[in-house]
């Protein structure tokens, strides 16, 4: 079997692993240089690159509720970075910080959130909020305060 075929019959989850794996000695070797490195350290670097690939998973905490601004073009156009100042000015957010101290809301900014013909748009929990804007956001985190309080 040419080593061609044999890539194309390769499961994806095999691929994938695969390239996190090398991803990870790649990694390894430009920070260490041809320093030893163990299979260990290989796996554990190859573990840190697949949860950070995927948006779902991170390697910090998220709060309680989770806010998704659109930065899309659409809704760049319509303002949603006001929105999205707004929310943070609103929850005191360090700069930097995503998400409160009290891990009660995280503040995120996406690409597209496939509903740009309700721009600008944000997602608080998997609810959709169209045409917001700062003062309907920051009412909406109010009422989510009120309660948690
Ligand atoms: S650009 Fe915001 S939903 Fe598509």
């Known amino acids: 079997m040419s080593p061609n075929l044999q890539e194309e019959k390769l ?7 695969r390239n996190l794996i090398q991803q990870g000695f790649m990694d390894l070797l430009a920070e260490k240089g041809f320093q030893t490195i163990s299979v260990q350290d290989i796996t554990e670097r190859a573990e840190i690159n697949r949860a950070t690939f995927y948006a779902h ?5 998220k709060g309680k509720h989770v806010v998704r601004v659109c930065d899309g073009t659409a809704c760049h156009v319509k303002g949603s970075m006001h929105t999205y100042d707004a929310l943070r000015e609103r929850l005191n957010l360090a700069a930097n910080a995503q ?3 009290d891990l009660l809301f995280t503040i995120e ?3 597209c959130l496939g509903a740009c013909g309700l721009a600008p748009v944000m997602v608080i929990d998997h609810k959709v909020h169209g045409q917001v804007t700062p003062a309907k956001a920051v009412a ?3 009422a989510i305060l009120a309660e948690e309080a």
Do not use: G, Q
């Open 11 to 17: 499961d994806p989850r095999v691929k994938r692993t």
């Open 57 to 61: 998973f991170t390697l910090v905490p």
């Open 99 to 101: 998400t409160t101290p």
């Open 109 to 111: 900014t996406v690409s």
């Open 140 to 142: 909406a985190i109010d």
